[in-house]
């Protein structure tokens, strides 16, 4: 059973920075995709940044300049450096990966979820 357990999510003022993680755990073969999304409260969930296996990026318009996606590949592991962040970047950030476990099926997976909230 593959699982995905994200932290990193905190109250902030507005300016400050967060690093979000995500580490993705059980029997697992390979991982492709791993991606940052989020959800504002009564908004639908969106792409933030997203890796690709070999190391390629890219960011929603809003987030450019200020996000940071990384991922360590030893670890399974997914990283989100936040800075000089603003009110509306509040939002649940949610991890999610493409891999593929160790029965050897492709499938997306997601995160739970942590709460980044941005004070003005």
């Known amino acids: 059973q593959v699982q995905l357990v994200e932290s990193g999510g905190d109250l902030v003022q507005a300016g400050g920075s967060l690093r979000l993680s995500c580490a993705a755990s059980?029997?697992?073969?390979?991982?492709?995709?791993m991606g940052w999304y989020r959800q504002a409260p009564g908004k639908q969930r969106e792409l933030v940044a997203a890796?690709?296996?070999?190391?390629?990026?890219n960011y929603a318009d809003s987030v450019k300049g200020r996000f940071t996606i990384s991922r360590d590949n030893a670890k399974n592991a997914l990283y989100l450096q936040m800075n000089s962040l603003k009110p509306e970047d509040t939002a649940v950030y949610y991890c999610?990966?493409?891999?593929?476990?160790?029965?050897?099926?492709?499938?997306?997976?997601w995160g739970q979820g942590t709460q980044v909230t941005v004070s003005s």
């Open positions: 999610n990966v493409a891999l593929r476990d160790g029965r050897g099926y492709w499938d997306n997976y």
């Open positions: 059980g029997r697992i073969s390979r991982i492709n995709t």
């Open positions: 890796i690709t296996g070999g190391g390629a990026t």
